[in-house]
């Protein structure tokens, strides 16, 4: 199907994301649920979030794993938009933080982690990658491991390796 969405088929499409909206809302839904004081909701990030994914018709997709990846990029871009509109007093909204894996499980504010993700992109793409692909999508260590063809274990010592990273980032920012 997504050969046929990329040559147009707009009917594979539809299917497409009738096939992966459960997944991405609880993909949203994950990342924003222990958030409090967020203004979005699972949906309204989806909204943010669909649209750029269709606007993407011309990408060669892979399989699941592979779209799925992509969705957490743009999930994790449209929640840096929010952010930032908020932050620019656009819009009258609460702040928006993320609670993370990390050791002693700490309160972010959404942009200092994006600005530490960009720090990590610089200093090493594909750790950066697994953080995006694991904390904003939601995909597993295996689906991750099949997105950049590596072998599981290696995704999980890399995906430790980073949040070790953001975790030391985040508490000496720049």
Known sequence: MFGDWRAGDLRARDRLFEIF???LQSAAA???RTEAM???APADLLHETVPRLIRLNRIDWADRPHFMALASR???RALIDHARKRRAGKRAHHRVELTTKLPE???LDHEELNAALE???AVDPVHADIVEMRYYGGLSLAD???VLGISESTAKRRWGAARLWLFQ???EPE
């Open 21 to 23: 909206y459960p997944e």
């Open 30 to 32: 994950a990342m924003l």
């Open 38 to 40: 967020v203004s979005l």
């Open 74 to 76: 743009l999930m994790r």
């Open 105 to 107: 499980d700490p309160r």
């Open 119 to 121: 720090r990590l992109a």
């Open 144 to 146: 991750i491991a099949l």
């Open 169 to 171: 980032a985040l508490d």
